[in-house]
């Protein structure tokens, strides 16, 4: 199956239809009676519609298995024509278009099943996805094309050369990745008046987005968010809950991170873990959504 541990949950929901065309009114009109020889055709169809969704990635073999929420199946009759509607949702990594519809497909074969014996001109059409949010495609938006980012990595062993810098490149990668220039790149030791002194610099130099990288842990020389926190103007700890719950999703020690992210003026500060690892994790955890503070901060542009 296709690989999505690097996904984020979110509210996913699909609705789907299938339409079950009968031959003659009365079976219409046997269906509303209850007078079906194999019984209640939309209470039977719906309990097969329901287990169809349940079943579906044990039938397609690419198919994640997720976890159901809600399956809601309703009907719409107009003439000869049944419509199956089964709306599908959610809180997962992958979304449910195909479990709605398989589940409308499944609804509309029990329908068959169960009205052949008294129709012999029943047919099946449409099975269509009509709708689904909650992927990517729902939070798309249209996020400045024009910002600048620095990428500052902290680290005493990496600015004496003893170790090679991974955790920014990575960084960096994601920011080309979402359309984000790179103003700078450097290596500074693990200093407190460093540290700050950057961050007024590119702050001043019209920097958007200012990345740290390293000193968040809880050595003694780890002071990266000691540096930040006074010149910030305002926290997002939003952002900080994000990085942090991503990463421990994924292994134990991310609670013992101390990322940190908030504006100095109208620039985005964030400090992120030093690790390759946790670095690559902390930009997938929030990027490019991210980039929606800039329709406050900056105004609309995206151009």
């Known amino acids: 199956m296709v690989d999505i541990t690097h996904k984020s949950n979110t509210l996913r929901t699909a609705t789907a239809q299938a339409i079950v065309k009968v031959g003659t009114e009365d079976t219409i009109t046997a269906i509303r009676n209850n007078t079906v020889p194999k019984g209640d055709v939309f209470a039977m169809s719906k309990a097969a519609g329901l287990l169809g969704v349940k079943k579906t990635p044990e039938l397609l073999p690419d198919c994640h298995p997720l976890p ?43 329908m068959y099943d169960m009205l052949k014996p008294i129709d012999k001109g029943i047919e099946i059409h449409q099975i269509k996805l009509l709708e689904k949010k909650g992927g990517k495609s729902s939070f798309q938006d249209k996020f400045r094309r024009d910002l600048k980012a620095v990428v500052i990595v902290c680290s005493d062993s990496i600015s004496e050369g003893k170790k090679e810098d991974k955790a920014g490149k990575a960084i960096m990668a994601k920011l080309e990745a979402c359309g984000v220039a790179i103003q700078d790149y450097i290596i500074i030791p693990d200093e407190t008046d460093e540290i700050q002194e950057k961050a007024k ?61 908030g504006t100095l003026k109208n620039t985005l500060v964030l400090a992120l873990p030093g690790s390759t690892n946790g670095a690559r994790e902390s930009m997938e955890a929030i990027f490019p959504s991210v980039l929606h503070v800039f329709r406050i901060l900056k105004g609309a542009r995206h151009d």
Request: net charge negative; aromatic share 6%; charged share 25%.
């Open 68 to 110: 159901i929420e809600f399956t809601g199946i309703d009907y719409e009759v107009e003439g000869l024509e049944i419509k199956v509607l089964v709306t599908v949702k959610t809180i997962y990594k992958t979304g449910v278009e195909v479990e709605a519809m398989h589940g409308a497909s499944v609804v509309a074969l029990n």
């Open 201 to 261: 610099h590119y702050q001043a130099a019209g920097a958007d987005l200012i990345i740290y990288t390293g000193g968040t842990g809880l050595s003694q020389r780890d002071v990266t968010p000691e540096a930040l926190k006074p010149l910030l103007d305002r926290d997002i700890p939003g952002i900080e809950e994000a990085i942090r719950k991503y990463g421990q999703d994924r292994m134990p020690y991310a609670m013992l991170s101390r990322s940190v992210a």
